[in-house]
């Protein structure tokens, strides 16, 4: 796609100034190649304890594949959390440095607390959070608990 975009000096000037390109380059630098969350195995998916989306309709598009789904054999639960972001590159940046702190965050709440307490710990953690952090958008941070 990005070549495709830069095929012509016109094409680079237009790409580069709506932001496009930047966005391609950011993609391409951290994954091979677009994923889909559906072809993904139940079996790579529980690996995960938190999956997080940058877009609402990517969080109920995963929320609804992993109702789908049928359930694994250790039926283990799946923080699916929202993180709405405007696809440009100022907001990517923010939105990203927000995302690593909640990781963070989280991480240390199963360290101190135990995987099996964090399922209940994680709404107060994400309410905290959405006051403390999210003062600069008035996008609210969306969860939902799923078991597969």
Known sequence: ????MAATE?????????????????????????QRWQDTPSSAITKHDVVIAFEERI??????DLQMREPTEDFEPIHVI???T???PHEAKIQGRIALEL??????????CGREMFVGEIPEILDSFQRERMK????????????L
Not at 1 to 4: E, F, H
Not at 59 to 64: H, Q
Not at 136 to 147: D, E, M, S
């Open 1 to 4: 796609m990005y070549s495709s």
């Open 10 to 34: 016109g094409d680079v000037a237009f790409f580069t100034h709506n932001g496009v390109l930047q966005l391609c380059r950011r993609g391409a630098a951290v994954k091979a190649a677009p």
């Open 59 to 64: 969080f109920d598009a995963v929320v609804e």
């Open 82 to 84: 929202c993180l709405d």
């Open 86 to 88: 405007k696809d440009n």
């Open 103 to 112: 990781c963070w965050l989280l991480e240390k709440t199963v360290q101190r």
């Open 136 to 147: 600069h958008t008035p996008i609210k941070v969306l969860h939902q608990l799923c078991y």
